[in-house]
């Protein structure tokens, strides 16, 4: 039996990680399932465990007020040298790009232990962006001895760095696997539907809303390099739009960030209740932002994991960030770049608001991010 250690740290590393460790846990003969948490994010972290009904193993609560990347690299690297004397796995996977990812790597690497990568091979070739995650990824991808790329996209930019084709195994991304299990609970369990949408009333939005045709604009925004001029572009664009289309609802939940909540009172002012058809809610477990992103006409998010949930709901994604390391959705046309631009916020919105021809254009172009299966093949590759 071979020991197999899952290390995250972050809510989107959770949910992505998450069907993956369901998948080790049916191979009980073969593989002995171990879950390290590191607690770089903690609450929302939390609130994905309980979601997925996972236990960890280990966790190194790492988290501590006003934490640089200094604090979380070292803490992570000296939390993990403990880990790996109690418990040395045969492999350990991390996923992504965060800095849990990385530093989980390089611990590994320091007591040669062979790191799977999942989700490797993203690339956008700007080292700052994203930042600091291009070079996470790019760092962790020459510690793996495994490579897990989503896509043969994936997979051509590591061939292109030399990484030996035999460690490569093309799987689809494991977000996709994560995303049809909680779509098909919420659409089975009516109790879940009432519960979810409660929590949405308590958070601040109240979906009955949508009732008559009403569209929604769903939002998120939190990656460092918008921070400043970028996030006030932002809020100014999304402020302008609510003006501009009163019967259209715009729901953000807001990071807990204070480098994004404070641009957003610049811009909207210190009271945020009242504002008619814009509303900021608190953020959001993942089973409440899925509920609220499958009603959803338009996602508008600089994040990297909604660019590839949103798609697989037919959900058109406007991308504001310069570039993305997900470029397999350009290609496909379920995401557009609009930056931190105002004028190009305000006119990829309202042309999908318009044309009904271009949002149909957008919806229906095919998800490449895969097919619900990834985790299997992960496991087999493993095998």
């Avoid at 290609?331 to 557009?336: A, D, E, I, P, Q």
Wanted: charged share 25%; net charge negative; proline share 4%.
């Amino acid at each position: 039996m071979k020991k197999i250690m899952l290390v995250f740290g972050t809510r989107p590393e959770a949910i992505k990680m998450a069907p993956l460790i369901k998948e080790f846990q049916k191979n009980k003969k073969e593989f002995e399932t171990i879950v390290c948490v590191t607690g770089q994010h903690r609450e929302m972290l939390d609130q994905v465990l309980h979601i997925f009904d996972i236990k960890p193993d280990y966790d190194l609560n790492i988290m501590m007020q006003g934490q640089d990347l200094y604090d979380i690299t070292t803490r992570v690297l000296i939390g993990m040298r403990d880990v790996f004397k109690k418990c040395k796995p045969d492999v350990i996977l991390v996923h992504g790009d965060t800095t849990t990812s990385t530093a989980a790597a390089l611990a590994a690497f320091y007591q040669q232990i062979p790191v799977g990568h999942v989700e490797a091979g993203l690339r956008t070739h700007n080292l700052y962006s994203p930042w600091p995650e291009e070079m996470n990824r790019q760092i962790t991808g020459r510690i793996a001895e495994y490579n897990f790329a989503p896509t043969l996209l994936s997979k051509e930019n590591l061939l292109k760095e030399n990484i030996n084709e035999d460690k490569i195994t093309v799987t689809g991304n494991t977000v996709i696997d994560a995303l049809y299990w909680v779509v098909y609970k919420i659409k089975n369990d009516l109790n879940l539907n009432k519960e979810l949408k409660d929590v949405l009333v308590k958070a601040g939005y109240d979906t009955e809303r949508l009732a008559n045709g009403k569209k929604l604009v769903l939002i998120t925004g939190h990656r460092r390099e918008n921070f400043g001029d970028g996030f006030i572009n932002m809020c100014t664009a999304i402020k302008d739009l609510t003006q501009k289309y009163h019967d259209v609802d715009f729901v953000y939940p807001m990071h807990l960030n204070p480098n994004v909540r404070q641009p957003i009172h610049e811009v909207f002012g210190e009271d945020l209740s009242n504002l008619g058809n814009m509303f900021f809610i608190e953020p959001l477990e993942y089973l409440s932002f899925v509920y609220l992103m499958e009603k959803a006409n338009i996602v508008l998010t600089d994040s990297g994991g909604i660019q590839e949930e949103a798609p697989g709901l037919g959900k058109p994604v406007l991308v504001m960030r310069e570039t993305t390391e997900r470029p397999e959705a350009l290609h496909s046309g379920t995401v557009h770049l609009v930056g931190t631009d105002y004028n190009k916020i305000v006119k990829e919105v309202s042309t999908l608001l318009d044309d009904a021809t271009a949002y149909e254009k957008m919806s229906k172009a095919a998800n490449p991010y895969g097919d619900g299966l990834a985790c299997e093949r992960i496991v087999n590759a493993l095998r």
